[in-house]
């Protein structure tokens, strides 16, 4: 370990001994050091007053590091002259070169001390970062599974309501919280086209948009309701894609006509979907990654979650 007091000491040593002519030493160390130019012409002009003499190079150091301390500058011009003096060769400039060589290696010597307490506290700083990091990282994925756990009891007693019509706008608001517990901008309902269209939901996903279409019906969706989306979709901006969502399902013929629009801007979620994000047994980031790789590379609209886990 080193203190501030021997950095200080050992600065004055530099500008004292390394270079004999005061000009010189404004050049070759102060100048290089960061020394500020009012600060280096006291250095070189300035007086003792008690014997009117002009200082000597270490008196004139020490009153030169005062003065940058009254502005908090010095402990970087500290640096910055041990750091010169370890890397220093040009012993010629020295009144004494055995001294110079000397103050040379102190300065090499202290300038590992610096770099190893410097590499201890970056160490030290990093596994703090770590730990809130890990710390920040826990205490999200326990307020996820508690409110997953919470969402979860909610869908399920919703499964045995008998209002349907209800069901559905529980069905929208619950969406909607699923997407902010997993940090996925959304949008809830709105109208839009001059209160024309009616939109479920809608969210942002890698750079994309997605109109929403829920259902929670006794009857398979069928492909109707999916042409109903297609044309929101198509009367968006082109980079804008539909996520249909049944509870229930849809009928057998839902799947092959997607397959059939050469557009292939509408994937599908079921009740099973959004059950295994709820109960954790899959991230919803994964799950829409998923279904949608399977639609853009394999032609495929929907991608059971079980293909998952």
Known sequence: MTSDSDAKRL?????ATLVNVKKTAADQLLRR????????????????????????KRDAAAVLLEGLARNSQDEEVIQNLITIASEWSAFHLAQNEY???????KALELRRVIEANEDRARSEAKAELDAAQLNRAREERDTRAKQSALLLAQFDHMASSDDHQQRGYLLEDLLNRVFNLHSIPVHRAFRRNEGAEQIDAAFEFDGWHYIV???????????RQ????????????????GLFLSINGWSNNVIPLLKQNPEKTIF?????????????RIDLRGLLKAKLAALNFEAEPYKSVMALL
């Open 11 to 15: 600065a004055i040593e530099v500008i």
């Open 268 to 280: 599908l979620m079921e009740g099973f979907d959004l059950r295994a994000v709820l109960d954790q």
């Open 226 to 241: 999916l042409d109903g989306l297609s044309g929101q979709v198509s009367r968006s901006g082109r980079q804008t894609m």
């Open 33 to 56: 050091g960061g020394v500020p130019e009012q600060l280096i012409k006291q250095f070189l002009t300035d007086r003792d007053p008690a014997t009117g003499s002009k200082r000597s």
């Open 99 to 105: 001294q110079a060589r000397a103050v040379v290696q």
């Open 213 to 223: 279409e829920c259902r929670w019906r006794q009857r398979l969706a069928d492909i």
